[in-house]
């Protein structure tokens, strides 16, 4: 006999899914990064988007003399100034972020959809200003040190060798190498390799591998091509004669030190647009205060030759 017993039927999970409250976070970007380069600079005000660095002619032809106790005569000097100094024009890193009103409107809770759009569109532009601020070809790091403070590996790996070659490079009171992160793992390699392993720092609540008191900066947008990166070494802020960050201030909606956001209006098809923009440069006030080690391998493995490319 057919069992006639009926089929029990219950709510299934996908269908309860649908009235639970879940929760939602807010929109996560993975490419966010720390930015310490933009924490650790000095950043200046510049007036009219230009800073002209005015520098001393020639310094050696400033002379003094250390007085014998009689009457010779002294020395007369003075400084006399470059006729053509060098200025910096600020950039803008600019976007025009459009929000259909309907999707502000109906889709605002529980994360304000206008104000994500906008996090997440700053945050863009800021990692794009410290990719500029290393690699622009007109005022980057990478583009401003002077062909005598270029240094090169002794064996193509970091070593405490070659940072201490950088230090003799930027010898007045340098604040930090910067460097990709495989550079500081390949660093923290040879350094244990030779029994050592250099100390770390607390700084920002995180952690730094330093070398002779100098923390080790990390940032992915220090450039790798076929396994070899850059290492730099900066002495930062004006009193020092160092480098420095250049904004502009006092821009029109701004929210932070040279960003400005701007609301442009609502188009036809109900389109809300806002403009927002962040001025920056970047100034290195003498030569002696950046270095870098080229070519820096960071795919050697003692252990392990074998992954070494």
Not at 159 to 186: C, N, Q
Not at 303 to 309: A, E, F, L, S
């Amino acid at each position: 006999m057919a069992d006639t017993t009926p089929t029990q039927l219950s709510l299934g999970d996908n269908a309860a899914r649908q009235l639970a409250n879940a929760t939602k976070t807010a929109p996560i970007l993975s490419t966010i990064s720390p930015r310490w380069l933009t924490l650790l600079l000095q950043w200046l005000p510049v007036e009219a988007g230009i800073y002209r660095l005015n520098q001393v002619k020639d310094p050696e032809a400033l002379k003094v003399l250390c007085a014998k106790r009689d009457e010779s005569e002294l020395p007369t000097t003075y400084a006399d100034y470059d006729e053509h100094p060098r200025e910096y024009f600020l950039n803008a890193v600019s976007t025009v972020l459009d929000v259909h009103t309907r999707v502000s409107d109906l889709y605002s809770s529980p994360h304000d959809q206008i104000k994500e759009q906008l996090r997440l569109t700053i945050e863009t532009i800021k990692e794009k200003q410290e990719s500029e601020l290393i690699n622009n070809p007109e005022y980057g790091l990478l583009a401003s040190v002077a062909p005598e403070r270029i240094v090169y590996p002794l064996t193509g790996a970091p070593t405490p060798d070659d940072l201490d070659e950088l230090l003799s490079k930027v010898w007045k009171e340098p604040a930090f190498f910067l460097t990709h992160p495989l550079a500081i793992a390949a660093f923290g390699r040879e350094c244990t390799r030779r029994g050592v392993p250099p100390p770390t720092v607390s700084l920002f609540g995180s952690q730094f591998l330093t070398w002779r008191g100098i923390p080790l900066i990390p940032s992915d947008k220090v450039p790798v091509a076929d396994g070899k990166t850059k290492i730099i070494l900066l002495r930062v802020g004006d009193k020092r004669q160092g480098v420095v960050g250049l904004y502009q201030p006092g821009l029109a909606g701004e929210q932070s030190p040279g960003l400005s956001v701007r609301f442009m209006g609502i188009s036809r098809n109900a389109i809300a647009s806002y403009l927002i923009s962040l001025y920056c440069s970047l100034a290195v006030q003498t030569a002696d205060a950046l270095a870098v080690l080229e070519d820096v391998e960071v795919a050697k493995y003692h252990d392990y030759p074998d992954t070494y490319k």
